[in-house]
């Protein structure tokens, strides 16, 4: 065999095609959500309203089923009123992607005057705070526990069993606990990023701690004596 195919089974794929699947990887959804989006015949089943007509229920902008917008077509043919009008849509759920690019140059371009954040970048670094500080708080009490879980046993076998069990325990859960707590603010938000990676870390660096090399510890030891003397 000259050449082993990337088709063929536990074959190999050649640098040059790498690069091209990696492409059509993306590229493939990328032309998929495109035709769904942009191709009335694959999939719109909803009607965008863009003249409401005779009809007193209807609003230009507003989305409806199809066979609803038919029914009142034939309604206001039948009464002698202006139809109304409007163009395939796909769902709010799915937008197109030119309406996701158009969104997310505008959340830049033009801030939003709801919420304490006026732009994505503010709520971003608002985001980026949370997430330090519950990091330093879950740090500056699983960091001094984790090493001394992992250089006393005693204290070990004492704290380790019960951070083993919370561990598995969804931080999201207590969510609505942390709120009732503190409030609606920023603190439940850092006190379930603290429950989310304190537990975890303690038995990280209480493991980290137990392989240390005792002989390092030993020679530590006779330095320091070494240096009082």
Not at 151 to 167: I, K, N
Not at 185 to 213: C, E, H, M, S, W
Request: with cysteine; glycine share 10%; net charge positive.
């Amino acid at each position: 065999m000259s050449r082993m195919s990337g088709w063929a089974l536990y074959g190999k794929v050649g640098r040059k095609s790498r690069v091209v699947l990696g492409g059509l990887s993306i590229l493939l959804p990328l032309l998929l959500w495109s035709a769904v989006s942009y191709v009335p015949f694959i999939w719109h089943p909803q009607i965008l309203v863009t003249d409401p007509g005779g009809e007193d229920y209807l609003e230009e902008g507003m989305r409806m089923k199809r066979a609803d917008f038919e029914r009142a077509v034939q309604e206001m043919h039948a009464a002698g009123q202006k139809a109304p009008e409007g163009v395939p849509v796909n769902p709010v759920y799915l937008p197109s992607p030119g309406g996701v690019f158009s969104a997310f140059v505008q959340a830049f371009i033009q801030p939003d005057s709801r919420g304490p954040e006026k732009s994505i970048l503010q709520a971003f670094w608002h985001s980026i705070q949370i997430i330090f500080w519950g990091f330093v708080i879950s740090s500056v009490i699983g960091v001094p526990l984790g090493v001394l879980c992992g250089a006393l046993p005693a204290l070990s076998r004492l704290v380790e069993p019960s951070v083993d069990f919370l561990r598995y325990l969804p931080a999201p859960a207590f969510g609505a606990l942390m709120v009732a707590i503190l409030g609606i603010y920023d603190a439940p938000k850092i006190a379930i990023i603290v429950i989310g990676t304190l537990f975890q870390q303690i038995l990280v660096i209480a493991n980290t701690t137990r392989k240390l090399d005792f002989g390092l510890m030993e020679a530590a030891r006779t330095l320091a004596r070494g240096a009082r003397s």
